[in-house]
């Protein structure tokens, strides 16, 4: 394992690896205020096996930590001290998760707008603000419906940051380590995760109404993370004067930005409905699967809480290891597997399964439990290129948000109904079972066309 890591950032001038030599990495420098910045990009170019675009995946890695993991992952940890403080149903419990996922369906669709007048790094900064902000007052709400209309505005804090930071990989990062790049930026969920598991339930028991303190120890951290990612992040390589990681030609054979071709399209909406399962599944599970530990298993809140830590533990493993399979097999391949691994958790709880099959569940999602999204975002950047990216993403992503919109929803329908979440989790799984299908309907082109190439089918 730590042999797989140090060659992950190793970065020669290996013609075979695709990756530039640190002398070449530094292109034509500008004037004025980027000249410091430039100045920056040489020194980082001179130290040698270490590319700036390896510190753009950290503070990448720390805006999903705030803007997923904390604002909306933790909910789970949450759900069940605010119902019974709140007098909630499963069905408005399920609401609450429904409306921050609305919030995030309504900034997906401004976010490349906003892109192009703000800019990246200043975007994703005044989003995890917005998040902090709406986290810190929701502590003082007193009613379900103070609480659904700030968690929306967390939702489009998260869904702006998110997108934005995802559309930053591509562009930092060449189509031959994009998998690789995505899946180690997609793990922040699984920190947050692993850190709620354990000092969310501390912080419940210290006073009467203890998740509200939660909430605020939860602002405070994604404000730390929004000062970081506006110190560290940069919209573009060229802004310090290199070339992204991983591709291997001179600024002067840069190919043409690569075009939104209608094969393409019909190709991304494809990769919309995947994503829809994806989103509509996996919700229910990170949503209830505490809920239905306390309730219908009798699991204590810590105790249920331990479980969700191993579930962020064995997610830090996730992205990257499936992203980089994508970039090795096909982004096909990959998703083929996650899938399975998905619906086999699904069906084990869904069934009601006691002892070890338990156990297999939450081993099987944390394993996979932020695969998706590091395949898909390189699965977009392959076919429309890095400028591109972030309008096509933005589209699946409006997709993906309807189905984490309808997830809870629906499955908080069901467990009113039926008075136990297995109905849910049965429909997950089939959901699932479906994803597995059309995925196997994407093109089953090789990982790579050509080294560098920015358009490909998958």
């Known amino acids: ?49 270490f590319h700036y675009g390896w510190l753009i995946v950290a503070a990448g890695c720390l805006c999903i930590f705030a803007c997923l993991g904390l604002g909306r992952f933790t909910l789970g940890m ?80 998260s869904g702006v940051a998110n997108v934005s930071m995802m559309g930053l990989v591509t562009a930092w990062f060449g189509s031959s380590l994009r998998g690789r790049a995505a899946g180690f930026v997609v793990i922040g969920s699984g920190f947050a995760i692993l850190l709620s598991g354990q000092v969310i339930p501390l912080l419940n028991g210290l006073r009467p109404e203890g998740w509200r303190l939660s909430w605020f120890v939860l602002a405070g951290a994604v404000l730390a993370v929004a000062v970081i990612c506006r110190l560290v992040l940069r919209n573009r390589p060229e802004d310090l004067g290199l070339a992204p ?31 829809f399962l994806f989103g509509f599944t996996y919700v229910i599970y990170a949503t209830f699967i505490v809920t239905v530990l306390v309730k219908e298993y009798g699991f204590s809140e810590e105790a249920a809480g331990g479980f969700w830590s191993w579930v962020g533990l064995l ?61 898909m975002i390189a699965l977009v950047g392959d076919l429309v290129g890095a400028q591109n990216t972030v309008k096509a993403f933005g589209l ?17 329908l069901l467990a009113e109904s039926a008075g136990d979440f297995s109905g849910a989790f049965l429909l997950a799984a089939a959901m699932t079972a479906l994803a597995i299908f059309i995925s196997a309907r994407l093109g089953g082109a090789s990982p790579f066309q050509s080294q560098g190439a920015e358009a490909r089918e998958p």
């Open 1 to 49: 394992m730590v042999g797989w890591l140090s060659n992950t950032f190793k970065y020669d001038s290996g013609e075979g690896n695709g990756i530039m030599a640190a002398g070449t990495q530094v292109r034509a420098s500008g004037t004025g205020q980027n000249n410091g910045e430039e100045r920056a990009g040489r020194i980082f170019a001179a130290m040698k096996g």
């Open 396 to 412: 699946i992503t409006f997709i993906f948000g309807i189905g984490q919109i309808l997830g809870p929803y629906v499955a908080g």
């Open 78 to 157: 949450l759900l069940p001290a605010m119902g019974e403080s709140l007098r909630l149903s499963y069905s408005q419990m399920g609401l609450i998760g429904t409306c921050n996922f609305c919030g995030y369906l309504v900034a997906v669709l401004g976010c490349s707008r906003l892109l192009a007048v703000v800019g990246a790094r200043n975007l994703i900064a005044l989003s995890l603000l917005l998040i902090s902000l709406s986290a810190a007052m929701i502590g003082l709400a007193r009613e379900l419906a103070t609480v659904t209309v700030l968690y929306t505005l967390t939702g489009i804090g």
């Open 245 to 275: 990681v991983g591709e291997n030609r001179a600024p002067a054979q840069t190919s043409p930005q690569a075009v939104f071709r209608p094969m393409n399209r019909r190709v991304i909406l494809h990769c919309g409905l995947i994503y």
């Open 315 to 375: 997610s830090l493993f996730s992205g990257p290891v499936f992203g980089t399979l994508s970039d090795r097999l096909g982004r096909k391949a990959g998703l083929m597997s996650v899938f399975a691994i998905q619906t086999l958790s699904y069906l084990l709880v869904g069934l009601k399964l006691q002892g070890a099959a338990l156990f297999l569940s939450i081993g099987c999602f944390g394993l996979v439990a932020w695969s998706i999204p590091s395949i």
